[in-house]
């Protein structure tokens, strides 16, 4: 009977040997794979940390111990450990979420999966701890990548400062966030592992003690943790104790009773401790461990003795992106890349090829990101930072003070916006154009399709005086939707083909080809409908009042929080230019939404041509002072 079967709780390890958890570890990666590749999702990560997460269960006693996950993609076993043991739809409506989910164990803490945010929570509940008397632990782990964010640091500073509040910070130490880490830190901790001579040392002291009689073992474990000196004559000095924090390690990521030897000291100190892990990403997957690039950081469905996709789903956005760079690149000299920590997965890896001396990578540190745009801009150059749409949230602040303030050319590229589905809540990109409004002199375009990405993207970096954003979709780019004329900035994509139309619908984005289907579903009950797409969506096109005036209702269909989104730009846009018509908007309502696929998602928030179409022809129909109900029910798809 497989060990993984008997396991349906944390305690259930307790009763396994040495021997037994080095077995239970093969059986998790081979699981790992078999169902990762089926489903997709993070690979690489969690096959990297599988004797450190059966090392934390050991030790630690979840949940009255707090076991925090910066990011959380690395806890699938995590999940396994906790009783989640099928894994059949993971990522998808209904499954288990990629990410530590409070609604599925009380093992699940955080749930937010933007990065380095681990231990501010971990400083807080410790507090919190103290404060009620309580003699539980907690145990923050966080990557070496995530360890380049600003945050960590602010957080450090502050756990440093209370001796004897007990919490435990692993650094799991594998040189990678998505690509290998960067910087002055990833310098350090390359020092530290590759330093070994106090390691050594201890090794050849550990088989001499061993044989000593009664002492022995008291006294390696006494100079063990006597790093303090020891190590400073042996290695350089560690960071991490020079702001008052007691360090642990390196140690083995992968030799599980060093791991319970360090985290045992660790618990019994009373204070915070750093255990510095050292792991291998993608460990015991030869095919993750040959992918130099993210070693299957995120993998979608896969063969799982090749890692070969199975099917190929075409060109995507991010891939469009990244060609029309090198394009730019080519044509001036002054254009730079800004990536946080994710070169490939904003398509920026082309571009690095080509130009490496053009390229930088800011780590996990959006913020810092926006203002070094701003330096970059000020001294002549014009800086593109792409960026998921949902991580430009943690650098407004800089886009507003630092970039619009100062009148910098800067482009931000928001890959990943509007709904991304499967990577749940934290990663929907749906409050960017939002929040961007508000921002004064900022242009915001949304390409409906690859054609308008290049043309979009292209406008927007001849913009010197001004932050400018191009944001588009996630996945597969769909057909060029042609325009059939302009008005103003604007393509007309449908003419209403009559001198009185009845909707003027606003299409924003990659929602074109839905707003046409909407139109021709109007148009079988009657209703004449022009379709627009306003290209750049801030600020709303002058042209776009006049054209209102001329229709009964006007609709906007955005891939965006209705809150402050495009919708109520527009509706302010048309009441100060005094044009008094019915406005509805279309969007995603204010909550945060569960992982499903981007389809799944769109039908339960009613964001589907049928249902748009339905709710348009209600409002028509009260405008002509007749409500049909049959007649609103009947609207039914334009295609299955």
């Given at each position: 009977m497989p060990l993984l079967t008997r396991i349906r709780g944390p305690r259930d390890l307790d009763r396994l040997s040495l021997e037994q958890l080095d077995r239970l570890a093969e059986e998790i990666r081979t699981f790992l794979v078999d169902a990762v590749s089926k489903t997709g999702g993070h690979l690489g990560p969690n096959l990297g940390v599988v004797e450190l997460t059966i090392a934390l269960h050991r030790v630690f006693e979840s949940p009255k111990d707090k076991v925090l996950w910066d990011t959380g993609h690395q806890s699938y076993v995590h999940k396994l450990l906790t009783?989640?043991?099928?894994?059949?739809?993971?990522?998808?409506?209904?499954?288990?979420?990629?990410?530590?989910?409070?609604?599925?164990?009380?093992?699940?803490?955080?749930?937010?999966s933007h990065a380095s945010t681990v231990l501010g929570w971990a400083d807080?509940?410790?507090k919190a701890n103290q404060l009620h008397g309580r003699d539980s632990h907690v145990v923050a782990v966080i990557g070496d990548g995530a360890l380049t964010g600003g945050m960590a640091w602010e957080a450090l500073n502050n756990i440093a400062d209370a001796k004897d509040r007990p919490l435990v910070i692993v650094v799991n130490d594998n040189e990678r966030s998505y690509a290998p880490t960067i910087g002055g830190l990833a310098n350090h901790l390359a020092t530290l592992r590759t330093t070994d001579g106090y390691e050594r040392f201890l090794a050849?002291?550990?088989?001499?003690?061993?044989?000593?009689?009664?002492?022995?073992?008291?006294?390696?474990?006494t100079l063990h943790g006597a790093k303090k000196g020891l190590k400073d004559f042996i290695a350089p000095q560690g960071m991490f104790e020079d702001l008052g924090l007691k360090y642990v390690g390196p140690i083995d990521g992968h030799d599980i009773e060093a791991l319970e030897s360090a985290l045992t000291r660790a618990k019994r100190f009373g204070g915070p401790v750093i255990v510095h892990c050292l792991t291998e990403k993608g460990r015991g997957y030869q095919p993750a461990l040959q992918d130099e690039a993210d070693r299957f950081h995120a993998v979608g469905k896969i063969h799982p003795d090749t890692g070969l996709p199975i099917a190929s789903s075409g060109a995507d956005w991010t891939s469009v992106f990244g060609e029309e760079m090198v394009r730019l690149g080519r044509e001036r000299e002054d254009i730079v890349a800004i990536t946080a920590a994710m070169l490939q997965p904003v398509g920026l890896e082309k571009f690095a090829k080509a130009f490496?001396?053009?390229v930088y990578d800011v780590g996990i540190a959006e913020q810092h990101g926006a203002v070094s745009a701003a330096g970059l801009a000020t001294g002549g150059?014009?800086?593109?930072?792409?960026?998921?749409?949902?991580?430009?949230?943690?650098?407004?602040?800089?886009?507003?003070?630092d970039v619009a303030l100062h009148k910098c050319g800067v482009t931000f590229v928001l890959d990943r916006a509007g709904i991304t589905g499967t990577d749940g809540a934290s990663h929907n990109g749906m409050w960017d154009m939002s929040i961007?409004?508000?921002?004064?002199?900022?242009?915001?375009?949304?390409?409906?399709?690859?054609?308008?990405?290049?043309?979009?993207?292209?406008?927007?970096?001849?913009?010197e005086d001004a932050p400018t954003v191009v944001r588009f979709s996630k996945g597969a780019v769909g057909p060029a939707v042609p325009a059939v004329g302009r008005v103003g900035g604007m393509d007309v994509l449908r003419e209403a083909g009559t001198d009185t139309p009845d909707v003027l619908l606003v299409s924003v984005g990659a929602l074109a080809p839905m707003c046409l289907d909407v139109a021709d579903l109007l148009d079988k009950?009657?209703?004449?409908?022009?379709?627009?797409?306003?290209?750049?969506?801030?600020?709303?096109?002058?042209?776009?009042?006049?054209?209102?005036?001329?229709?009964?209702?006007?609709?906007?269909?955005?891939?965006?929080s209705r809150v402050g989104g495009v919708g109520s730009a527009i509706a302010q846009a048309l009441r100060d230019a005094g044009v008094d018509i019915p406005l509805r908007d279309f969007g995603i309502p204010p909550r945060f939404l569960d992982h499903a696929s981007r389809q799944e998602v769109m039908a339960e928030i009613g964001l589907t041509a049928p249902d748009i179409a339905r709710q348009v022809t209600g409002l028509v129909a009260k405008l002509d002072g007749r409500f049909d109900r049959t007649a609103v029910d009947s609207v039914e798809p334009a295609c299955d």
């Open positions: 009783g989640r043991q099928d894994f059949s739809r993971l990522k998808m409506k209904g499954g288990l979420s990629g990410y530590p989910s409070q609604a599925e164990s009380e093992h699940d803490v955080i749930e937010n807080g509940l410790a050849r002291t550990k088989e001499v003690l061993e044989r000593t009689p009664v002492v022995g073992k008291p006294l390696y474990e490496p001396d053009r150059v014009h800086p593109v930072f792409a960026v998921y749409a949902t991580f430009l949230n943690r650098a407004f602040d800089q886009v507003l003070m961007l409004q508000v921002v004064p002199g900022l242009r915001l375009a949304a390409p409906r399709d690859a054609d308008q990405v290049r043309a979009q993207l292209r406008e927007a970096v001849v913009v009950q009657g209703i004449s409908t022009t379709v627009v797409d306003p290209r750049w969506v801030k600020p709303v096109d002058e042209a776009l009042a006049p054209l209102a005036e001329r229709h009964r209702v006007v609709v906007t269909v955005e891939d965006n």
